[in-house]
């Protein structure tokens, strides 16, 4: 099973500040498992997305079956970027429930609130 957690400021303003990934799908053998693949691909992607796209460098860990990415607070200091992020992430989450949506059996995603400068 892969375990996404998405972690927002609190909920009036739900911005997104981090996401883990952590986990195997277990859909089919490495190599040929399709859930993995794409789940990869969706975070890989946002994660490069952010940097090529904004100049943001996201304070991030990642190894075989786990990914934390925390965006840095003083990307908050550019609000244009900070909005760019935010759609970047948002978009992320919409792909990953997608997947989710045709893989529930394989992964799961939990939105957590924190309250956060």
Request: glycine share 6%; proline share 5%; net charge negative.
């Amino acid at each position: 099973m892969i375990y996404v957690t998405i972690k927002r400021l609190v909920p009036d303003s739900p911005q997104i500040v981090s996401f883990v990934v952590e986990g195997h799908a277990e859909y089919d053998v490495p190599g040929k498992d399709l859930v993995c693949a794409a789940v990869s691909a969706v975070t890989f992607g946002t994660y490069n997305s952010i940097e090529s796209l904004t100049g943001v460098i996201p304070i991030h860990e990642m190894k075989r079956g786990f990914m934390d990415i925390t965006i840095p607070e003083s990307a908050r200091a550019v609000p244009e970027n900070w909005n760019k992020v935010q759609v970047i992430l948002e978009s992320m989450v919409v792909m990953l429930q997608t997947i989710a949506e045709n893989y529930g059996d394989y992964i799961t995603i939990e939105i957590i609130y924190h309250k956060g400068g």
